[in-house]
């Protein structure tokens, strides 16, 4: 069994920065990536990023390509999301999520979910 464990959301201004961290426990060789999703109100969980489980590859969404850059720990088993240049569109609930396929944006290749954490951004 994988827990995961996001943090870090918050409210911040248009043009500001979050970084958000996924703690994984009970997680092994077998989980190639990581991901993060967001969902805002009323709308589908959407991809955002992925890492391999070397942390050596990064895939993106078009929306957040350039600005959000997602990095990995496996020492400590924790993954970042680094937002920067954050618009009011990126307002959501983000969750991280662990599989085994990489690159996967589909919601249906990753196994565990964290509880999600809430980032809003104001105009």
């Known amino acids: 069994q994988v827990q995961l464990v996001e943090s870090g959301g918050g409210l911040v201004q248009a043009g500001g920065s979050l970084r958000l961290s996924c703690a994984g426990s009970?997680?092994?060789?077998?989980?190639?990536?990581m991901g993060w999703f967001r969902q805002a109100p009323g709308k589908e969980r959407d991809f955002v990023a992925a890492?391999?489980?070397?942390?050596?590859?990064?895939y993106y969404a078009d929306s957040v390509k350039g600005r959000f850059t997602v990095s990995s720990d496996n020492a400590k088993n924790t993954v970042y999301l680094q937002m920067n240049s954050l618009k009011p569109e990126d307002t959501a609930v983000y969750y991280c999520?662990?599989?085994?396929?990489?690159?996967?944006?589909?919601?249906?290749?990753?196994?565990?979910w964290g509880q999600g954490t809430q980032v809003t951004v104001s105009s």
């Open positions: 009970g997680r092994d060789s077998r989980w190639y990536v």
């Open positions: 890492i391999n489980n070397s942390g050596t590859r990064t």
């Open positions: 999520a662990a599989g085994q396929t990489y690159p996967s944006t589909s919601i249906r290749a990753y196994d565990y």
